[in-house]
């Protein structure tokens, strides 16, 4: 299967500072990399779908002026939470399909989880 | 109406015994059904893919699709304890060209 790293692997920040997280895909190209969201004990949250070259598309109820994504390059899509609070703390993955891959089958990052203080 | 239902459990079985999940889609004209394992604090991890009515077959796992009743199930020959984890059954619609529909979940429990 394909491989998507992502750093840091956790973070602990206080209230009201940026956080970023950066997903990479090691051994192919991501033309599209998707962002979720979850909660402890409760099912993924799909925040956004990012495109390389483009603006990202965010789910309904996702403010994408705190939540901005940037997929600069075929490898790297980041997502920056501005002016983090205590509600933000959660476990964030993001994934990408496997470009020509059969069915659209998805390839998880490890996560991220952050804790807001 | 949800676009993937499944039981949220939990489901236990005894080690050594075939646990049996399920998963119901709403979108008949849905294409490529997936099943991801999610351990606890883990992301999830793609373990079986399935395409066209019938069964799929990976070890002990085994993915079964019967697009007329629009449903996909995977079965767990032999479970082990360390097969204990959430099944993520995930379903990729027309509605979406390259995005999965995931489901809630399923919280599977192997007792030793």
């Known amino acids: 299967g394909a491989v998507v790293s992502q750093h840091p692997s956790w973070v602990i920040c206080k209230s009201g500072t940026s956080v970023k997280i950066e997903c990479r895909s090691l051994d192919f190209q991501a033309t599209t990399m998707f962002w979720y969201r979850q909660f402890p004990k409760q099912s993924l949250m799909l925040m956004a779908t990012s495109n390389e070259g483009s603006k990202a598309t965010y789910e309904q109820g996702v403010e994408k002026d705190k939540f901005l994504i940037n997929h600069a390059s075929l490898t790297l899509s980041t997502l920056t939470v501005t002016s983090a609070h205590p509600e933000d703390s959660s476990f964030y993955i993001c994934s990408s399909p496997l470009a020509g891959g059969i069915g659209y089958e998805q390839y998880f990052g490890p996560g991220t989880r952050l804790t807001v203080t | 109406q949800k676009e993937v239902e499944q039981n949220s459990g939990p489901l236990s079985v005894p080690e050594g015994a075939i646990a049996s999940l399920n998963c119901t889609y709403s979108d008949r004209g849905s294409q490529s059904f997936f099943w991801y394992r999610q351990y606890s604090g883990k992301s999830p991890e793609l373990i079986m893919s399935?395409?066209?009515?019938g069964d799929q077959e990976d070890g002990r796992f085994t993915a079964q699709l019967n697009k007329a009743s629009q449903y996909v199930s995977l079965l767990i020959r032999d479970s082990q304890p360390s097969d204990s984890a959430t099944y993520l059954c995930?379903?990729?619609?027309?509605?979406?060209?390259?995005?999965?529909?995931f489901g809630t979940g399923t919280r599977l429990t192997v007792i030793p």
């Open positions: 399935i395409y066209s009515n």
């Open positions: 995930a379903v990729n619609t027309l509605t979406g060209a390259n995005n999965l529909f």
